[in-house]
């Protein structure tokens, strides 16, 4: 696993440590990072929510964005993220929060003006955090919310008022963005 795009292009990024946490491949975050750009997104303030390894938040920074939170509840993955920015050099623009969804809904500053989400595809209660978190005053008017699921799971049509704007599939993972 590697850093795609930006300041941090080609820098390797470690792996998830043990079971449980399904890192977002090269070719997905190229695909969402291609998207987000063409939809002129602003990158300010970015909240990269089921972190993992902290890859999606990474290429987020990599490619200018100017701050990012991640919020990840598994501690040793708290501290792979924190290698990873390390690694780098991207810690100053960052924060890690061991949390889980539910209380960094609590405990977090908005706005954001990106959420990139990628939840345990089992997660129920995923969707019902999302859409909560998907309103003012945690995240911008006009911020985009990207939600990347299991293609046996139908994205949901609105999460907190913001509409589906498009699907795309690779494999078994699908990612949806949200306006």
């Given at each position: 696993m590697r850093v795609i795009g930006g300041s941090a292009r080609g820098r390797r ?167």
């Amino acid at each position: 696993m590697r850093v795609i795009g930006g300041s941090a292009r080609g820098r390797r990024l470690k792996g998830p440590q043990g079971p449980g946490t399904r890192p977002t491949s090269d070719l997905v975050r190229g695909v969402i990072f291609d998207i987000l750009q063409s939809m002129g997104i602003d990158l300010s303030r970015v909240l990269d929510l089921y972190a993992g390894t902290g890859a999606l938040g990474i290429e987020a920074l990599s490619r200018g964005a100017g701050w990012c939170d991640f919020v990840e509840r598994n501690r040793r993955s708290c501290g792979t993220i924190r290698q990873n920015l390390a690694a780098t050099g991207l810690a100053a623009k960052a924060a890690v929060h061991a949390l889980s969804a539910t209380q960094a809904l609590d405990q977090l500053q908005g706005p954001y003006t990106l959420v990139l989400a990628d939840p345990p595809y089992a997660d129920e209660r995923a969707l019902e955090d999302l859409d909560v978190l998907a309103t003012p005053p945690l995240i911008a008017p006009d911020a985009v919310l990207v939600l990347e699921h299991s293609r046996r799971k139908e994205a949901p049509p609105a999460l907190g008022g913001r509409a589906l704007r498009q699907t795309r599939r690779h494999g078994d993972t699908c990612v949806s963005f949200y306006r």
